[in-house]
């Protein structure tokens, strides 16, 4: 019973599918593919505009690409102190980009519009000693598990106008986010700001394959180039470009999503109403999309291993943690076991 | 009818139903798994010494890591000066370790132990002013589809040893080359004294798997570091390493790269009857993997092209010419109409 | 009268005298002359060991070269948040090592062993997702104007040994601090656990001259490329070896950051005596160096430029702030002239 | 009697007393002074256009952050093979740009139109694969001795137009060529197509300045961060800015230099007349500035260094060579001896 994250489950079936189909005859290499063609065309419908698409097989590398081609080696990237391009890339976005990144404090993992105008302000100095602020990057959904809501990125977007830096999304669980928003996809990204996306399908339900999203093509210039020079130009890439395409066609990018959240949702609601007979325990962040964070006594989070839960522990403030992921194919059954086990450790406990 | 490239065909069918197979049930990311334990210890089988492995998606990622942990910044690396390194990774080697590439010619795409002496003698200085020798990068099969002989590595390695330089073998159709020699894997490699090898598999009939092999355990410590920062750790890696499994097991390599060796066999002698009928007309280099380089008329290039077959236009130092490559599902029925429409055309010309 | 900075003031007159001694015939070049020589084996004599020693033109430059012998591209090093490798070197430590800066608080420029074994703790994963954690760097005197005793040091060497990092000490103005302290030279370096220094001596009345001391040789081995590829290698450098040779002759370093201090101090006092006076104005900082950081009501800091005083503003956490910096040949008139301005300018406000 | 190169011999007394000068009273640090902008000026009236010039102190640096500014990290530059930027400054250039440095061959140390537009258009693909042909590096004069005439300055220039790529010029020696072409230094720089010059003027008698020279200000944007980032903005600048100032002012730079020139033209008469009688002897390049390179008989060069004459020894194609440089300060009668010298050591040999 897999709660460990949503990267070591398996693919959908109807990507499998998708990739058998695409096995047949040769193509062109490198993208010069129609499944290529057909992903760019199909994002530019969900985006309702033109877009510039690239696959790539990693969400690290579409970070760290996208990153590269908005920030220069003098430049600053702003993104929240626990982003997954902050602490759990390996310095990639720095490789890639030569870039500064500026970790920033915020509240179950979102950066605040006061925070940035902060930091802006105290870092736009003029001065050669000082790098040149350029970028943010938001993660959606967020690392704690929150989604940013269309207003919220609207007047972020407001701050880096005012300060002429552009605004990078981090999408490795965009999917996530837009079946917790409910809104057109347009309006919790370029509507509200975002320069670029990277729009994960991986953690979705792929096997490895992530798009970068341009919504405006002249920052796309030498995208291609950098792309080629990380090694991330994929040969045979049809079959990157096939899982994007069957990911993103009928919608079930949101169809899968849909049930990982609602999973979670479920998850939420039991441990809601479990965890206040539980001294020290409570949910950590507001459950907004597939990922729960749950502070627990040690003996519990032993007792639901032992019982063959996994998971990963989590740095808490005070206490222990646990981070409970639910994927495209959690099943029902899981969750209310996990929860009737939590609920006898509970019993237990008190 | 295609001849393009041997990254123009699809996916080898036992591959195909391998990654099928290991989509089952969750399994730990980024590498933790079983499949990646095994693609290990079979490549120990294979090699006949411990080795440490690592699966990554495209051949330059595997060429530019590797090269990195090689060479240091101020280091410089030799290659041909047609390598795939040198002239088709847009400087991936470069990105990725800092490093001067220094281009060395040779013919028929191999380097010669007294043009490798004559370069490292020149360039060692002991001077802060020029990079330091540090290593040298063989293709194996080569760029012009020629193969060293296991005496042709020794002879390499013995005027590396002398300067102090390591070896890397860029394998991208490694599987070609030692179907061709018909020699064990570890006589081509670290008997000869190669450090590390890019195992290329995406050509040989995989999606999208390389595997770079250190002979020297020692060489890999900051490996898996430098992978994840280049964002080549796939997270779920089982995917890659499946590919590479059913690739290495039961002989599947050398026997899908004896297949396309001997289409290209094939095609070699078909066109050693012909070309001689034809002014201007000849092979550019052995045929000793699965790529051929033919000299050629405008006009025959043209006809072939106008019957259907598929390939690249290559420069040549005269007149023009073209390279044909096959593939593990190269079919002998192609390899007869495009000898027989040849056939035709020359008669033509003639 | 110049508070601005110690790099806004010229060159002490025994530095110039050298300067035109050195100016006779022709010497070898890139550093295989006398002088060079002589500046090594007076700092082996200065700190009581073997020491290997480069001379650089710019601070920057000795940190961001220093840095990079000491942290691979995936490491990381940590230091204070205010600290000029952090905030004011345009991201060079990040352009020559491509390690991560950890920016890190603490009270008056100083950082503490808890901060650091609670980062160095937090940090050490041993998982590729992170950079490791490899040297930290510590500013003496720091960026506050404060000092760390030898104690200090020691303790902080302490928690860097049990992590296994190494420590570099930014000494841009490590003669102030020497000459604060008055311990010999190694009980506040390499016996307090220091592996690599940055010894600044423009700011302490040379021209253009700083010196990067290695207290192990082992770890200066690729230093002599980095600086040539990093271009810094003074062709003319005896120009560079002779400041640095008549800085450290006959303790004239210390001479000069003596007078400095003394000059610190002197105002230290005045201001100490006139701020209570004056509501919110106050010392930000203890005065040990070279540096004064003085809160003040805007008219009076408007009062002090009007009279003629020169000085930068600086950010403080509630109203407003300057720095005045001393140096080797502040005047005492120009002291007391700006405590007696102030004086007034009190007097007016109150 | 030294004849090893141009930055073995000190400094002009003219620029020493300019250095003396600068050092009266405090100056704002960073090149935010009277001396830096007048030296602006100063090169505006020199090249009779506006110019944007920042002050480094060595060549390398000069070179290297100039090419930053031209080419982006997946650009590739051409230069000789034997330029200085290729393999005497350890990857400087490609350190700072992340560029790939291609070599190309030509006589006496020149490129010619035809070189450059077969590499051109070779290298021209739009294939992401390849590294985008960026820009031209031109040594002037020549690591050959040779200068570059305007006419064959704009037939390059033409060249670079059509396949838009930019020019720089490494000027470490622009002084002695400018004195031996004897026109208006725009004739041998914008007019003829040069986008940066790196103006040297350490060689010329300077101790350690060199000014890069934008033609196009546009181009120098990010020049400010890029110097900084790499710890070449010197913080006492004046002591820089006062060099070139003097260096430039009166006619200096071009004194100096003929008398270098002249020097070098004396010693190539004696050669000529003496050579001719030693087989094997000769001059390999033509003398057109300050360096000679001398193919000579072992024992004539053993012999002129017994008799106490200091000088470099060169690779040559066959048998032995030496490279003879004369500086601002070379004297007379040291040419003559050497002359003398070396017809004795004729004389025993005939």
Not at 24 to 44: C, F, H, I, Q
């Amino acid at each position: 019973m897999n709660f460990i994250s949503d990267n070591s489950v398996g693919v959908a079936p109807e990507i499998m599918s998708a990739l058998m189909e695409a096995n047949r005859g040769p193509s062109m290499p490198y993208g010069n593919d129609d499944w290529t063609r057909r992903v760019e065309r199909k994002l530019a419908d969900i985006f309702e505009r033109e877009v510039r698409v690239f696959p790539v097989a990693t969400g690290t590398a579409a970070n760290a690409l996208s990153i590269a081609t908005l920030v220069p080696p003098y430049g600053s990237l702003y993104a929240h102190e626990e982003a997954h391009v902050m602490v759990d890339e390996c310095g990639a976005p720095e490789f890639y980009s030569g870039a500064k990144l500026k970790p920033l404090p915020g509240a179950h993992g979102k950066l605040t519009p006061e925070v940035l105008d902060r930091a802006l302000t105290r870092d736009t100095s003029g001065d050669v000693h000082q790098v040149i602020p350029t970028a943010i990057s938001l993660t959606q959904a967020t690392e704690a598990g929150t989604v940013y809501k269309p207003a919220e990125l609207q007047a972020i977007a407001e701050v880096a106008r005012r300060h002429k830096v552009r605004l990078h999304m981090d999408g490795a669980r965009f999917a996530n986010a837009m079946a917790s928003l409910g809104v057109p996809a347009r309006q919790a990204t370029w509507e509200a700001g975002i320069d670029v996306l990277s729009l994960g399908a991986t953690k979705g339900g792929c096997m490895a394959a992530e798009a970068v999203v341009f919504f405006d093509p002249a920052l796309a210039e030498s995208f291609g180039h950098r792309r080629m020079r990380g090694g991330h130009l994929v040969s045979k890439m049809r079959f990157v470009s096939v899982q994007l395409e069957a990911y993103l066609s009928d919608g079930l990018w949101l169809k899968l999503a849909r049930h990982a959240n609602a999973m979670a949702q479920r998850l939420a609601q039991g441990l809601a109403a479990a965890l206040p007979r539980l001294p020290g325990a409570k949910l950590l962040h507001p459950v907004e999309a597939n990922e729960l964070f749950v502070q627990l006594p040690g003996g519990v989070i032993t007792g639901l291993r032992q019982a063959g839960f996994q998971f990963d522990d989590w740095p808490a403030e005070e206490g222990q943690a646990v981070r409970l992921v639910t994927a495209f194919n959690t099943e029902a059954a899981d969750v209310e076991q996990l929860l009737r086990t939590l609920g006898n450790l509970i019993g237990r406990a008190a």
